[in-house]
């Protein structure tokens, strides 16, 4: 997969820098583009000023409604873009919130909203999820986004400029690594979603906290699980989470998970009011949940865990110091009084017993011989999976990409005969099985997206049909690689063939008849009888 080069966003960050003002200038005057804007509809502002707070800015009580997603909300500076928000259901304009800028692969704002909204009303958080984000594209389909939002949601929503965060997915998970750590610490935080730190940036310099994750069968599985131990003996305060799952957004749950995280370290960064019970009860719930994984047979999650557990828990226990009730609290927050001096302490006391419990717990699973034995049947999966990555990119995606060379004429035969091999390891069980998946969703990755958009431009319509036969050998349900074989096999002049093939897309739920109607890859199929038929399919399914 194509890495950032960290050396090429040096060129984007003064438009970064540049989109924040001054914590002290939040409640500034909009810069002046923004004043050039068409009027608001008539009886819109004195409405804003209605409800607005005593001492807000009117351009900070636009009538956003809380706790639903908004779909779209146009930069004022470039319509062209915009990104999805959320707003918890308590979000006030008169109070300064914690934000999570989100930046999807593919630009699905609101899907990517949709995965943080449940912790972000919990924490009261606010969500932006750019709708112009990719991945596998340009630097500035990634810094673009970023700077966009940053320009302009400032100037709209009541944000902590102390406290943005940044969320990505897949290459977009490398390019807001690669902002943050070139912020030199501007981004207290970094989400990171089925796809790692560039190689070139150094671990044991990065500047923020990092929750990292990855589905057990994520082609993208060895960008993320290789970084626990290196943030861990740089002392980088992080988390690296395997969840059942492939290449997708983490569930709910770790993104409430990675919020509670980012919420504790803010808490030792000063940039949020200590709170004392709330950190104990949250420390107190990674312990149990190390226990939990232990018992389980989770050793190698387990582990890391109780040794991630203890940078925070040192950093914790500091803050629960001699004024650390106080400490830190944004300008404009209203939170409960300080608790007495007593629960703080007491506090404190609960923080270093959990402190001695997860050094203690990792020590022990440290010198262990099942955790050894864990991490070497996990290593030679990787060393096993590495060997299959090679052969399947030598065997056929490398094959079918060189256009200026014969395209080998068994070359289906011994492609089709190496998914199988993956095929039948990936029924197993245990790690080496896991590895098998992740090979084959790397290959349905290539032989159903990448190969068919780099070759349908050119007309290489055999070897994209070889290459999407094997996208549905790997997963028979791929509507997507269905319709796009009919294509080529209608371009082929492949009528039958190209018919059955889309027969399959709608039986696999392929919906937009819209598109199949005017599909020009579909031309020679017009006339035929079956073809209006599976239109009328398609239309009476979904349109």
Known sequence: MRRLCPSRSAIHLALLVAAFSPPGSVRAQPPEQHQTEPPAPAGAAEARRATCPPGVPERLCEPWPPGEIVDRVECRADPAMSYAIYLPSSYTPDRLWPTLVVLDARGRGRHAAEHFQEAAEHFGWLVFSSNDSASDSTWDKISGPVAAILADAPQRFAIDLRRIYLAGFSGTAHGVGVIAFEAGGRFPGAFLAG?????ALPVAEVPY???????SEDFNFREIDPLADPLAEAGVPHRVEIFDGVHEWPPAELAAEALAFFELRAMVDGTRRFLPEVAAKLAGGWL?????RERDGDLVGAFRLYRGAVIDLDALVAAAGPGADAAGAAPGVRETAPDAAGA???AADRLRVFRTEAASSAGRLRASAELRRALTARRRAAEWEEERRRELEWRVVTPLLR????LPLDLPTRAERLIARLQDEAAGDGERALAARRVLGLAAAHTGFYIPRDLLPRGEYRRVEIALELAVQVREDNAAAWYNLACARARLGRRAEAL???ERAIAAGYRDAGHMAA???LESLRGEERFAALLARARETGG
């Open 195 to 199: 796809g790692g730190l560039p190689e």
């Open 209 to 215: 906290a990092v929750f990292a994750a990855a589905g």
């Open 288 to 292: 149990e949940e190390a226990a939990g």
């Open 344 to 346: 703080v302490s007491a």
């Open 403 to 406: 256009v200026e060379e014969t």
């Open 500 to 502: 059955d093939s889309l």
């Open 519 to 521: 599909d020009p890859d």
